[in-house]
Structures are given as C-alpha cells and as structure tokens.
C-alpha cells in the first residue's frame, strides 16, 4: 500500500483542484500523476501556453478567407473588367466592317447586348458568387463547432470532427 503525506496549500487552490479532481480522475493523487505525466510528456513548463485556440484559430481562418475574397474582387478588375472591355470594342468593329460582295456569311452575327444588360448579368453573378461564399463560410463556422476535444492522460491533446455518414456526404456534396 502506497505511503500519504500531506501537502499544504491555499484553500482557495484546494477547493479549485477538488472541482477540477471530480471531472478527470476518481482520486486526488491520479489528477496529480497525470497532470505531471503531461507536463513531462510534452516539455512543457506550467507557464507555457499551449498555442493556437478554437478562437484564435477561427481568428486567422476568418482573415485567409477575407484575403481571399480581397484575391477574388483584385482579380475582377485587374483580368475580367479589362477582358470585358476588350471583347466589347472588338465587337464593336466587327458591326462596321462591311462584308465583301463575293463573300457569304456562313456564320450567325453574334447578338450584342446593351451595355446594362451586360453590367446586370454581370453583377447577378457577382452577388450569386458572394451569397455562395457567404453560405460557405456559415458552413466551416459551423464544422469548426463541431470539433470535439479529445484530451489524452500520456499524449498530446487532439480535435475529432464527429459526423454522421449522412452529414458528411452533405457536407462533401456542398463543397464540390
């Protein structure tokens, strides 16, 4: 049988570590062996920090997605309005050009529309894409919640992301 001794602490840190005892281990002493089984374990000093939270890293996942959209909006101005433009001032020729005499059109005349209309298609599109980027960032906020954390006696700590068959299709159909 194993030899007590007795340690003196604050009563305010014993009531803590009681709370504390009750949700990991059935005794005081097991709380205490796996709390310095982790500390040795990992290398770690009881002022270290453990790095990265749920919310810092839900933090730094909000900014590269708003990078991203930043990436999105440069590339439409910088590549399809310029392209736009091209294509519409070729056209634009195209219409004055008048055909030979010995040439036949072979080839439909394409339909220009007007300039609102494009600028309307345009920005529908614009706003599904949005909506749709929207509907996805919802959709990792919400995975990221349901990330569980498995905390281990003699290793390091890891995430689980729980899903059912049927929500994990939902989810991979979502996304392709």
């Known amino acids: 049988m194993d030899d ?4 003196r602490l604050k009563k305010k ?11 990991t281990s059935p005794s005081y002493s097991e709380t205490i062996d796996f709390m310095i089984a982790f500390f040795e374990d990992n290398n770690l000093s009881p002022y270290d920090t453990l790095g990265m939270n749920r919310t810092s890293l839900q933090n730094v996942l909000n900014k590269r997605i708003d990078a991203v959209i930043t990436i999105l909006r440069q590339v439409e101005e910088t590549q399809l309005k ?24 072979t080839i439909n005349k394409p339909i220009l ?19 749709e980027l929207n509907g996805l960032k919802h959709k990792l906020k919400d995975t990221i919640g349901e990330f569980k954390l498995i905390k281990n006696t003699f290793s390091s700590n890891f995430y689980v992301l729980k899903l059912s068959e049927h929500e994990y ?8």
């Open 4 to 7: 007590f001794n007795t340690i």
């Open 13 to 23: 840190t014993i009531v803590k570590f009681k709370k504390y005892s009750k949700k």
């Open 82 to 105: 310029p392209t736009k433009k091209m294509l519409e001032s070729l056209f634009e020729e195209v219409e004055d050009t008048k055909p030979l005499i010995l040439e036949k059109s």
């Open 113 to 131: 529309t007007a300039e609102n209309e494009a600028l309307t298609y345009y920005r529908n599109a614009y706003f599904k894409q949005q909506a």
């Open 169 to 176: 299709s939902v989810l991979k159909d979502s996304t392709a």
